[in-house]
């Protein structure tokens, strides 16, 4: 945890992880993977410029671990630091290798007259009405804008997790979808619930007869509101009850001033549907100099890049596990043959070659 601090006022932070890899020390950000977005923490409102607070954070980094490989994820095209990171790699001599990682989505509501406007079509109206006439069919419906008091207790969020769990446990696609409720996931979000601010986060979410049958968790910052993670039962899937709970999200967002929505990374339709400004996350790596370390941080680097675009080809990577399990009385030659032979799937990504670095 490194920070850069101005007359004893805080202007910077930089949080970093270690690790070693192929005999070569690697720096990334704390939580790099599961974040959506990867940054160093600048003050806006500090009267030192940014680069030169940048500058010291990322001096001290390379101090800290000398001959470090920097592999920081998740940096958004929309974020200031960017440019300023490839910047700061070329004057102190790195190999800057900026690829594309991941998109996210956001909507920007329309402001008149200084204030936020929700979003309000005549289809929503409609979806919503006929989401709470299908599911009165069931039962007595109660749409919470907020699952927790303001002010939770630990017993009330431990219950209210474990009927979130229930929820993804009996989603329609559960076999293939993450579940954040359980492992160091559930208790993290059990922690934040019990600490954080209700000003910080909303948990909206629908019941039927007093059972949890879908909910929101949304992020809320002063200007953004981020649609954290969803979920619904199958048995009111065919209502519309997810669409119904982000529409609703969306206005509330408005109201309370946010400039927009964050979808986060990923490109799922409801996203597209609802998305109007789209941007592209870059993962940069910051490879020492020489032509010993610089080859090596470079070949390290790339098999990093290579190693996540395998993970996220789900799909590929189990088609190839089943067709090695093939015959298992077959030599293993006659398996590779048969692996090589194939058609190659549509989609299979390309090489992560670098890609052009955005412009500041």
């Known amino acids: 945890m490194i920070t850069a601090r101005d007359e004893g006022d805080l202007v910077g932070l930089l949080a970093l992880t270690v690790r070693r ?31 030169r607070i940048l500058d010291a954070l990322l001096d001290a980094a390379r101090a800290v671990v000398p001959g470090s490989l920097l592999d920081l994820e998740q940096v958004s095209d929309a974020d200031p630091v960017l440019p300023l990171l490839q910047d700061w790699g070329r004057r102190r001599g790195l190999s800057v290798h900026c690829r594309r990682q991941s998109e996210s989505m956001q909507e920007v509501f329309q402001v008149e007259r200084g204030v936020p406007v929700p979003p309000k079509t005549r289809s929503m109206r409609r979806h919503g009405h006929r989401t709470l006439r299908l599911l009165e069919s069931l039962g007595e419906v109660e749409v919470l804008a907020d699952l927790l008091s303001r002010v939770p207790t630990r017993a009330e969020v431990l219950s209210l997790a474990d009927e979130c769990a229930a929820v993804d446990a009996g989603h329609p696609q559960a076999k293939r979808r993450t579940h954040p409720w359980r492992g160091p996931s559930g208790a993290l979000l059990r922690d934040f619930l019990s600490a954080a601010p209700s000003s910080s986060r909303w948990l909206s979410g629908v019941r039927v007869d007093g059972r949890l049958v879908a909910y929101q968790l949304d992020l809320v910052a002063p200007s953004t509101v981020a649609t954290y993670y969803a979920s619904y039962h199958a048995d009111v899937a065919p209502f519309g009850v997810g669409t119904y709970l982000e529409s609703q999200s969306r206005v509330r967002a408005a109201k309370a001033g946010a400039a927009q929505i964050d979808f986060l990374r990923g490109m799922q339709p409801y996203k597209l549907r609802a998305a109007n400004v789209q941007h592209t996350s870059y993962r940069v790596q910051l490879v020492p100099g020489g032509v010993i370390r610089g080859s090596h941080g470079r070949a390290v680097g790339a098999a990093l890049a290579w190693r996540q675009i395998v993970r996220r080809h789900r799909r590929l990577v189990n088609g190839v596990r089943r067709v090695l399990r093939l015959g298992p009385g077959l030599p293993a030659r006659s398996c590779r043959a048969s692996a090589g032979r194939r058609r190659p799937v549509s989609g299979t990504p390309t090489h992560p070659g670098d890609d052009p670095p955005p412009a500041a």
Do not use: E, K, N
């Open 21 to 51: 890899r192929c005999g070569l020390s690697i720096l990334s950000f704390l939580g790099a993977g599961p974040s959506d977005y990867g940054t160093i923490l600048v003050d806006p409102d500090s009267p030192q410029d940014q680069p």
